[in-house]
């Protein structure tokens, strides 16, 4: 085998808290991550020559793409002598959303050259490997319903979430995630999502307890030039989603529907004013 293609889910934060910052200026999160359906495609090709070349939609395909990244830091890590590779991502999880589109991505290089070159390694080692690329690559190794901590790498495994349609729509701008972390006073946070309380509804498969508890602190510290984020929100409400909420450092908005033709309307309608409006849903 010289090639595979992996589907490169999006993910989106049913529950996002900042506990703390901590010495090394990282923070430790605790989050209830969703896959969802919307993905990018990612082809990984052994090549003759030694060179890593990756096309990637409009998004540069040299050292800063994250799939790149993740391409030298597997050779780096397990030792295996730097493969020629071709590296093609055809690029639908919009950019800069909050959505983990390039963490994605990084992820399935991952899991792609661990199926092409087969290194005797755990699943746990490539987590490993993906937490040096970037803090959400462990949890898109994984995929799934988990409750991420730490900055990423502590990853536990939960019951799968009630099926909810989702409706994605992200507005004409994108956030940087350092410029909202850097908003974030982790003591200060008053209103804090319940965490426990929700892991309790997903054992329980309690749909009416997730949608109660669906909550990201990175929406109270928003700036309020952005504030469209909370009017596609409060539209997602109105057209009948059971939770909405901001995915990440933003900017997208997810809203969750027990209904597929209500999640279908809705999606009709926030299309027409939002270009990045996707209907998805949790896998
Ligand atoms: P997160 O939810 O993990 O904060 P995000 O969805 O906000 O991520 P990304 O779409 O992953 O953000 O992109 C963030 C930055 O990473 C962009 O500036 C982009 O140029 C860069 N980047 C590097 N590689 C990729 C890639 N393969 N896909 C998307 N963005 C990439």
Redesign the pocket.
């Known amino acids: 085998m010289t090639g595979v293609t992996l589907p490169a889910y999006a993910k989106l934060n049913l529950t996002l808290d900042v506990l703390r910052r901590r010495n090394d200026g990282y923070h430790d999160l605790a989050s209830v991550m969703q896959t969802v359906s919307l993905h990018d495609d990612v082809s990984v090709a052994l090549t003759e020559d030694g060179g890593i070349v990756c096309r990637?939609g409009d998004?540069p395909g040299d050292e800063?793409?994250?799939?790149v990244r993740a391409a030298r830091a597997f050779f780096v890590k397990t030792g295996i002598p730097p493969r020629g590779l071709y590296i093609d991502?055809v690029?639908r999880?919009?950019?800069?959303?909050?959505?983990?589109?390039?963490?994605a991505?990084?992820a399935a290089v991952l899991r792609g050259l661990r199926a092409l070159l087969r290194p005797e390694i755990s699943r746990s080692e490539l987590e490993r490997i993906a937490a040096v690329v970037?803090?959400?690559v462990p949890y898109c190794i994984r995929g799934g319903t988990v409750l991420s901590e730490g900055r990423g790498e502590c990853l536990t495994p939960l019951p799968g979430a009630p099926r909810f349609c989702v409706v994605l729509c992200k507005p004409a701008f994108s956030l940087s995630?350092p410029m909202m972390f850097s908003r974030i006073r982790a003591e200060e946070l008053s209103r804090r999502p319940d965490t426990a309380g929700m892991l309790d509804a997903l054992r329980r498969g309690d749909r009416a307890g997730v949608a109660a508890r669906v909550r990201n602190v990175f929406e109270d510290v928003l700036p309020p030039e952005y504030a469209e984020v909370f009017a596609i929100r409060d539209r997602l409400l109105k057209l009948g989603a059971e939770a909405a909420a901001m995915?990440?450092?933003g900017p997208t908005v997810f809203g969750l529907f027990g209904d597929d033709m209500a999640a279908g309307s809705a999606y009709m309608e926030l299309k027409s004013a939002y270009a990045q409006t996707f209907l998805t849903r949790f896998v």
């Open positions: 990637c998004i800063s793409n994250l799939a991502v690029k999880i919009p950019v800069g959303a909050g959505l983990a589109g390039g963490s991505d990084a970037g803090s959400d995630t995915s990440g450092s």
